[in-house]
């Protein structure tokens, strides 16, 4: 039997320039940008030290829903490696990242070249670092298109009198070499099923949750409108717990709230008192087209409860509904 993927690498700025020009999109049914700012500054030291940050799994699928509307065509398809893949956008190219509330959000991680500590020499950036000459406030400047290394190193040893300049300019050459470190990439066959590739393959790398993996599997089921639903499922269980965060959505999202979902899913947040959550979001798909399938094979993947509360809701729901609707 014949391998069902490639392996290659990509430098960091290439992976980044393939982004920018959309050659390499995120699929709709990933999840949003869920790293704490630590994170990112981790995978910076690791990049920083040559450690291996793990691989990135491509995909090229023309019929893949991806974010920002559209499909896949003509594109490679990242299906895992979103994380790291936005981090490194966030922290290089200094570009704003949605988190889980579709809040747009900039994350600066500093850089102090005079460190001679155990752990890092970055840092989240805070106040009192940004006031701190020694550290370099956001290293995304760093890696801008009209970057001057001679005029910056000028200026931060003239801020930092009795600094040796050679360790500054060496550090600084080591910072942006982080530009050309290599990434390696699995790219899965394009003959690959939906199924293959979310579960099967993606399963092995970062850890989802039991409702994340469901909720792929709904995203995917397009005959059934299944992104829509994995959208309305979503949203209630952030209005289950944060009734505000309905203007974010109207203000991020057109397209779902001139969808079927939106009316009912306003009507939910309507202090529902009457109802559980589960009969709520019942209404909700039983209104809408969906598939009945018995005997999920996505059940298993509900079967405990999560930790937090917009989790716990939402495994809440899944495992109630996956017996009659689309998991199959």
């Known amino acids: 039997m014949k391998d069902r993927f490639s392996i290659t690498t990509y430098s960091v700025q290439s992976i980044l320039g393939l982004i920018d020009h959309g050659d390499i999109a995120i699929p709709e049914i990933q999840r949003p940008f869920v790293w704490d700012s630590t994170k990112v500054r981790d995978l910076m030291d690791s990049?920083?030290?040559?450690?291996?940050?793990?691989?990135?799994?491509?995909?090229?699928?023309?019929?893949?829903?991806?974010?920002?509307?559209?499909?896949?065509?003509?594109?490679?398809?990242?299906?895992?490696?979103?994380?790291?893949?936005?981090?490194?956008?966030a922290a290089l190219a200094g570009l704003p990242v949605l988190n889980d509330d579709y809040e747009s959000k900039r994350i600066k991680i500093a850089f102090n070249p005079l460190y001679?500590?155990?752990?890092?020499?970055?840092?989240?950036?805070?106040?009192?670092?940004?006031?701190?000459?020694?550290?370099?406030?956001?290293?995304?400047?760093?890696?801008?298109?009209?970057?001057?290394?001679?005029?910056?190193?000028?200026?931060?040893?003239?801020?930092?009198?009795?600094?040796?300049?050679?360790?500054?300019?060496?550090r600084i050459d080591d910072l942006k070499a982080i530009a050309a470190r290599q990434l390696g990439c699995i790219a899965v066959d394009a003959d690959c099923t939906i199924d293959e590739v979310f579960i099967r393959i993606n399963s092995k790398g970062a850890v989802l949750s039991q409702?994340?993996?469901?909720?792929?599997?709904?995203?995917?089921?397009?005959?059934?409108?299944g992104n829509m639903l994995r959208k309305a499922i979503d949203y209630y269980c952030h209005l289950a717990v944060k009734p505000e965060f309905w203007e974010t959505v109207r203000a991020h999202d057109r397209?779902?709230?001139?969808?079927?979902?939106?009316?009912?899913?306003?009507?939910?947040?309507?202090?529902?008192?009457?109802?559980?959550p589960t009969t709520t979001m019942y209404y909700?798909?039983?209104?809408?087209?969906?598939?009945?399938?018995?005997?999920?094979?996505?059940?298993?993947?509900?079967?405990?409860?999560?930790?937090?509360?917009?989790?716990?809701?939402?495994?809440?729901?899944?495992?109630?509904?996956?017996?009659?609707?689309?998991?199959?």
């Open 47 to 89: 990049l920083y030290h040559g450690y291996p940050t793990g691989y990135l799994i491509t995909w090229k699928n023309p019929d893949v829903k991806i974010k920002g509307g559209g499909t896949a065509e003509g594109k490679t398809v990242l299906i895992d490696g979103q994380q790291r893949v936005t981090a490194m956008m």
């Open 284 to 328: 909700v798909l039983h209104s809408c087209t969906c598939s009945a399938v018995e005997n999920s094979p996505t059940w298993s993947l509900c079967s405990q409860a999560a930790t937090s509360k917009q989790e716990t809701i939402k495994v809440k729901l899944l495992i109630d509904l996956s017996k009659n609707f689309m998991m199959a």
């Open 211 to 225: 409702a994340d993996f469901a909720m792929s599997k709904i995203a995917a089921d397009e005959e059934h409108g």
């Open 116 to 170: 001679d500590g155990n752990d890092t020499p970055f840092a989240v950036l805070t106040p009192f670092i940004d006031k701190d000459p020694a550290w370099i406030s956001d290293i995304s400047v760093l890696f801008a298109p009209d970057f001057s290394s001679f005029k910056f190193i000028t200026n931060y040893i003239a801020a930092n009198e009795g600094c040796n300049p050679d360790a500054v300019s060496s």
């Open 255 to 276: 397209e779902f709230m001139t969808s079927e979902y939106a009316d009912k899913v306003e009507w939910l947040r309507n202090d529902r008192d009457d109802m559980t």
